[in-house]
């Protein structure tokens, strides 16, 4: 079997795992739709993402099990059942020992934790083979959606890295898992970010490139430890939005997306650009909504 064929076999399983999260999921399923023994299947599923089938499942049902708790209000029994859990008293055990927290305490108090986010071993494959993927030149201009967008003052958790300039260079410096974290911070106004900070945001010996979330200016609540809070004025964003794609070709949408960026003139509709006065950010690459990528403006004084 050649390492596409297994790559293809593992993306089956995540896409049977994510579309059957909440009913009873079955090594012989996932052996079924990758089309080999379930010995096989265990052994590489193991191998490429780093954990057996049914402590995946596991980590995905207590993650969703988590944003149930954080963002209704609902019973922990009608949780553990709605995630196939037998009884109460298991889910409270495994619940404990994913994050180290009861549910009934997380559901009170909502402190940060780490979230299981999976990544689909497409994208995973295409991260590790990326030096080796040569980009053909596209003859066609994909259209790219361009707004501006007001930011009141808000504050910035956020994890700096050392030295990275991008997010492949941060993922090596930091890992993945920093966004799961991100990702629960119940007081978040918007979604997890990546972010290029300007000088005056750095700190001596620290990353150009950053994660992080953003929370209301008044924000007071749990900063997780190797975590800052930074404050960040009121600035204008020109956010910029290209076409819907297939998430394994996320890179190519980047690139598409940025030589727009390259030239586009931000002062034919009366602003220029500003990058001194906020981060620059990119949003996860979603193949549904297009790849979307913000970049500071004010308006030109005349």
């Known amino acids: 079997m050649d390492n596409l064929e297994r790559i293809d076999a593992i993306q089956r399983m995540q896409d049977y795992i994510n579309d059957h999260i909440n009913e009873q999921i079955t090594l012989y399923d996932l052996s079924r739709c990758a089309g080999y023994s379930p010995f096989y299947c265990t052994?590489?599923?193991?191998?490429?993402?780093g954990k057996s089938p049914f402590e995946y499942i596991r980590s995905l049902r207590l993650t969703?099990?988590?944003?149930?708790?954080?963002?209704?209000?609902?019973?922990?029994?009608?949780?553990?059942?709605?995630?196939v859990f037998d009884s109460h008293e298991g889910f409270t055990r495994a619940f404990t020992k994913q994050f180290g927290i009861t549910p009934d305490r997380y559901r009170k108090e909502f402190p940060p934790i780490y979230l299981f986010i999976p990544y689909s071993i497409h994208n995973q494959y295409l991260y590790l083979m990326r030096g080796e993927k040569k980009m053909e030149k596209k003859s066609n201009t994909n259209t790219v959606f361009v707004q501006v967008i007001e930011r009141p003052e808000r504050k910035l958790i956020l994890k700096r890295g050392i030295k990275a300039e991008d997010y492949f260079e941060y993922c090596e410096e930091v890992g993945c898992d920093i966004w799961g974290l991100l990702s629960s911070i119940k007081e978040a106004l918007y979604e997890p970010v990546g972010m290029w900070l300007p000088d005056a945001f750095r700190t001596p010996g620290t990353s150009y490139y950053v994660q992080g979330v953003e929370v209301p200016k008044d924000y007071t609540g749990n900063v997780p430890e190797g975590l800052d809070i930074i404050t960040l004025p009121p600035c204008k964003m020109m956010v910029f939005q290209?076409?819907?794609?297939?998430?394994?070709?996320?890179?190519?949408?980047?690139?598409?997306?940025?030589?727009?960026?390259?030239?586009?003139?931000?002062?034919?509709?009366?602003?220029?650009?500003?990058?001194d006065d906020a981060p620059r950010f990119q949003m996860e690459p979603q193949g549904y909504r297009g790849y979307i990528e913000a970049r500071p403006v004010r308006l030109v004084n005349k």
């Open 43 to 49: 052994r590489l599923f193991k191998e490429l993402i």
């Open 242 to 275: 290209g076409q819907p794609f297939k998430d394994e070709d996320f890179e190519e949408a980047i690139t598409d997306l940025w030589e727009v960026m390259k030239t586009y003139n931000p002062q034919l509709y009366g602003f220029e650009w500003a990058d």
């Open 64 to 83: 969703q099990a988590a944003l149930r708790l954080r963002d209704n209000k609902v019973k922990i029994v009608d949780v553990a059942l709605d995630f």
